[in-house]
């Protein structure tokens, strides 16, 4: 059985025995792949800190069919992104991008742009204003959605077709927007209406059009509490069409940290050292 390469990000890691840890990895070439790494929990060393979330690592394992752990020979970081392992509130964002890929991607599916998807927010959230990335969040929940299949439908309502009205909503529970005669004939669950959903469907919008400047956005999407009500309904889009439930740890820390440091970070790039 001969070793194979890719490029990897780690998900989540746990315990196995005592010296030794399971690794699960979203690879570029080889999707979600489960690795163990003998003797990473002793002392670390260059292969445990190759083998940590928050960094790009090149991972040689050898892949084994028919079983659901792989084992690694080497690893090495290629890419690292300081200021998710030194801001609190920059890690919750991270956090929360790694653990939607490990409970939404299944295993050995393979989708290098999706890869590319997860470095790049990865990236984003390492160096962006404080006030941007709550919309980092969203533009990276929403490319996972289109990737997966299940892409919010912007207009017009999803269950009749008519050219949505202003007071439209979004539902989760049926894939997008729906004017207000369907809702109260169907009596859709999970409606929502006013401030969140309107600033949802308009971030959407303007991405899916090109119109969208995630450096470049109006006030109300960097108020807090409202961004917290935007990432709910994406959460609940994800779970309805995913058919998984996603009561993400990392949404408990992130909301922890984001009461610590509301006004989030700035500047917007960590400073050279």
Not at 10 to 35: D, F, M, N, P, Q
Not at 161 to 180: I, L
Request: charge should be neutral.
């Amino acid at each position: 059985m001969a070793p194979v390469k890719s490029r990897a990000i780690v998900l989540r890691t746990h315990r196995l025995r005592e010296t030794s840890g399971v690794i699960v990895c979203y690879t570029e070439a080889y999707g979600k792949v489960r690795l163990v790494a003998k003797g990473v929990r002793k002392g670390g060393g260059r292969l445990g800190a190759a083998l940590e979330p928050f960094v790009v690592s090149g991972v040689v394992f050898y892949l084994r069919d028919g079983r659901d752990l792989s084992l690694v020979s080497n690893a090495e970081i290629m890419r690292e992104f300081p200021s998710l392992r030194r801001d609190p509130l920059r890690m919750g964002y991270a956090a929360v991008a790694l653990e939607l890929v490990e409970r939404l991607v299944p295993d050995r599916d393979p989708d290098a742009a999706l890869f590319a998807l997860l470095e790049k927010a990865l990236g984003d959230i390492d160096g962006a204003p404080g006030g941007r990335l709550d919309p980092i969040l969203w533009d990276f929940e929403l490319a996972v959605a289109e990737r997966l299949g299940y892409e919010p439908v912007l207009a017009p309502c999803t269950l009749c077709g008519e050219p949505g009205r202003p007071d439209a909503g979004f539902a989760p529970s049926v894939g997008g927007v729906v004017c207000v005669e369907c809702a109260r004939a169907r009596s859709v669950p999970s409606l929502a209406r006013g401030p969140a959903a309107g600033l949802l469907l308009r971030f959407a919008r303007d991405r899916k059009s090109g119109r969208l400047s995630l450096w470049d956005l109006p006030p109300e999407a960097i108020d807090p509490e409202l961004g917290y009500e935007v990432a709910e309904l994406l959460r609940r889009h994800l779970e309805a069409h995913s058919d998984r439930r996603l009561r993400l740890n990392s949404m408990s820390y992130l909301a922890q940290m984001k009461r610590l440091d509301p006004a989030g970070q700035e500047p917007g790039r960590h400073d050279e050292e």
